[in-house]
Nanobody
Framework: QVQLVESGGGLVQPGGSLRLECAVS????????MNWYVRWYRQAPGKERE????????????YHADSVKGRFAISKSNAENTVYLQMHSVKPEETGVYYC???????????WGQGTQVTVSS
């Protein structure tokens, strides 16, 4: 069974940095077989959930939303079976719950973590 556990959220000042982690169990990353997408979404209070970044299970393809390009970076560790979201120069409007999502390519099955709260405030 696929499980995703996010961590690393917290209070950070505007312009600061934070690294979120998504520990994955139930499947392992492969360097040669692209069969999963892992994504970070965020949901601000009163707003819809939005896609922040995506990485393939092989790690050879990443995507970042225009709003975070150059400031956020998604990466993964095969050894730790963990996906990271490194956030720099964060803004108050990026406050919200950050969710990790895994989608299996063959049948588009979706799995979600419980979310981790990020608050950007001075």
């Amino acid at each position: 069974q696929v499980q995703l556990v996010e961590s690393g959220g917290g209070l950070v000042q505007p312009g600061g940095s934070l690294r979120l982690e998504c520990a994955v169990s139930g499947f392992t990353f492969s360097t040669y077989r692209m069969n999963w997408y892992v994504r970070w979404y965020r949901q601000a209070p009163g707003k819809e959930r939005e896609l922040v970044a995506t990485i393939t299970s092989t790690g050879d393809t990443t995507y970042h939303a225009d709003s975070v390009k150059g400031r956020f970076a998604i990466s993964k560790s095969n050894a730790e079976n963990t996906v990271y979201l490194q956030m720099h120069s964060v803004k108050p409007e990026e406050t919200g719950v950050y969710y990790c999502n895994a989608r299996r390519a063959e049948d588009r099955s979706d799995y979600w973590g419980q979310g981790t709260q990020v608050t950007v405030s001075s």
